[in-house]
């Protein structure tokens, strides 16, 4: 599967993952064009006596590929994800074994269940029984694949703190500086006010928010969470996340919002 993706494969991934097939015409062709050059760069395991095959492949790369769309013209966004080349999927929800070390220089080891992991400047890590759910998922605004990969683009720049490498004159700023100034002061409320909404009602039995609690882990986990939802079920995150929408968008540039980038 390395000069072209045969027709009914491709035809199969989006009758499977309704988000993807919803794009316009031309974003699908640039979208089948980045997963074609994915599959070239990438090497999937499937671990645990998985065997992946080619529409399982096509399935991760093409929701992977998903938030590149528009942030170069060909396949050059592709090497947002050039730190790595290993997809490691397992079949279902995998056990990590964690070792730490506390302030007082005590280790510990623990265990803990993950649906999915991106290490810095190392592989990612996925299950299939999720991959393959996203349909189902996206109407809770979830996607595994969306989330691990948007943790490589927040990663890009050699930290882990919810704000991707942003484009020269982000929103109209004139410096880098205020270009994450602005990027960090939408987060930070849409943060705080998740957490909020999520304390209420885990403490007091106020409506639990629409998004997954897992966004409340910190930072970085609320920027691969938020960009599950944006790409997967726009409306109701516009509904939840109205600071993000021109945030997320002047990043992303879906059509019919800022002109794409030219570089
Ligand atoms: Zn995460």
Redesign the pocket.
């Known amino acids: 599967m390395t000069k072209s993706i045969p027709e009914p494969l491709w035809q199969h991934t989006l009758a499977s993952f309704p988000f993807l097939a919803q794009l316009g015409d031309a974003d699908l062709a640039h979208l089948r064009e980045l997963s074609l050059g994915f599959l070239a760069k990438k090497e999937f395991h499937g671990a645990a006596g998985l065997a992946i095959t080619d529409a399982m492949a096509l399935a991760i790369a093409a929701q992977a590929c998903l938030p590149l769309l528009h942030l170069a013209t060909g396949i050059k966004a592709l090497a947002w994800y050039d730190d790595f080349i290993g997809i490691v999927v397992y079949p279902g929800e995998m056990i990590a074994h964690r070792q730490t070390q506390d302030a007082l220089g005590v280790h510990h080891d623990y265990s803990e269940v993950i649906a999915?992991?991106?290490m810095h400047g190392g592989p990612i890590t996925l299950n299939w029984h999720d991959v393959a759910d996203a349909s189902r998922s996206a109407r809770q605004g979830s996607n595994l694949v969306i989330?691990?990969f948007?943790?490589k683009l927040d990663m890009r720049d050699g930290v882990a703190n919810g704000c991707p490498p942003l484009p020269s004159g982000f929103m109209g700023a004139k410096t880098a500086g205020v270009g994450h100034r602005i990027w960090q002061t939408a987060m930070q409320f849409e943060y705080s006010k998740f957490c909020e909404q999520l304390a209420l009602h885990q403490r007091f039995g106020a409506d639990a928010p629409w998004l997954d609690a897992?966004a409340a882990?910190s930072p970085?986990?609320f920027f691969?969470?938020a960009c599950e939802a944006y790409f997967v079920n726009r409306v109701f995150f516009a509904r939840d996340f109205e600071a993000l929408v021109p945030l997320f968008d002047a990043f992303f540039r879906p059509p019919g919002t800022y002109s794409s980038r030219q570089d």
Do not use: N, Q
Request: hydrophobic content about 30%.
């Open positions: 999915g992991e991106a989330h691990e948007a943790h897992y882990s970085p986990e691969a969470v």
